[in-house]
């Protein structure tokens, strides 16, 4: 059974929901669902509870693994509730895309990685293997790939913040 919703922003942020996210990303968007995509949380309740404590009653908060996601979930950009779409990674993020979650933009907001080889802002380092699946991504689907912490800072073209690491047009 395919889940349509108006899905507003999907986000790589590795502490997935936190200040930022609630504070300054729900109002922006105005949304009224988060969809965390993490096969950990899914597979821990405990994880899972200390999440939905952390969201204001008046958020709907669903959390999946990632391959039920991508089965279950159709990006749209219809109406109904807004959505934020969280991953705790890019490898996750591309993962749900190759199983059939399409969307054409991916905000990338807060990754770090102890192997990065490259640091494209104050809280986005990736490292070589995440870097090869951006390209990837980039190459193949056109979607759009932004670093952006929160909704009035700017936001950066992955191609210009690694631009001496590839060479995508």
Same mark, same amino acid.
């Given at each position: 059974m395919s889940k349509d919703l108006n899905i507003a922003l999907v986000r790589v942020d590795s502490r997935l929901v936190h200040g930022q996210i609630l504070e300054a990303w729900v109002p922006f968007i105005k949304?009224?669902?988060?969809?965390?995509?993490?096969?950990?949380?899914?597979?821990?309740?405990?994880?899972? !509870?200390?999440?939905?404590?952390?969201?204001?009653?008046?958020?709907?908060?669903?959390?999946?693994?990632?391959?039920?996601? @991508?089965?279950?979930? !159709?990006?749209? %950009?219809?109406?109904?509730?807004? !959505?934020?779409?969280?991953?705790?990674?890019?490898?996750?993020?591309?993962? @749900?895309?190759?199983?059939?979650?399409?969307?054409?933009?991916?905000?990338?907001?807060?990754?770090?990685?102890?192997?990065?080889?490259?640091?494209?802002?104050?809280?986005?380092?990736?490292?070589?293997?995440?870097?090869?699946?951006?390209?990837?991504?980039?190459?193949? !689907?056109?979607?759009?790939?932004?670093?952006?912490?929160?909704?009035?800072?700017?936001?950066?073209?992955?191609?210009? @913040?690694?631009?001496?690491?590839? %060479?995508?047009?």
């Amino acid at each position: 059974m395919s889940k349509d919703l108006n899905i507003a922003l999907v986000r790589v942020d590795s502490r997935l929901v936190h200040g930022q996210i609630l504070e300054a990303w729900v109002p922006f968007i105005k949304a009224k669902c988060i969809i965390v995509v993490n096969d950990k949380v899914a597979s821990d309740s405990f994880m899972e !509870t200390v999440i939905r404590m952390a969201v204001p009653s008046d958020l709907e908060v669903i959390i999946s693994s990632v391959d039920d996601f @991508a089965q279950n979930y !159709t990006f749209s %950009h219809g109406s109904g509730k807004k !959505t934020i779409v969280l991953f705790s990674s890019i490898d996750d993020a591309c993962k @749900a895309f190759k199983l059939g979650f399409r969307f054409d933009r991916l905000n990338v907001g807060n990754v770090y990685n102890n192997e990065y080889k490259v640091c494209c802002s104050s809280s986005v380092f990736l490292c070589d293997e995440e870097i090869t699946n951006l390209e990837n991504l980039l190459k193949e !689907t056109g979607v759009f790939v932004e670093l952006q912490r929160v909704p009035k800072g700017r936001a950066i073209n992955i191609k210009e @913040a690694l631009k001496d690491y590839w %060479h995508i047009k």
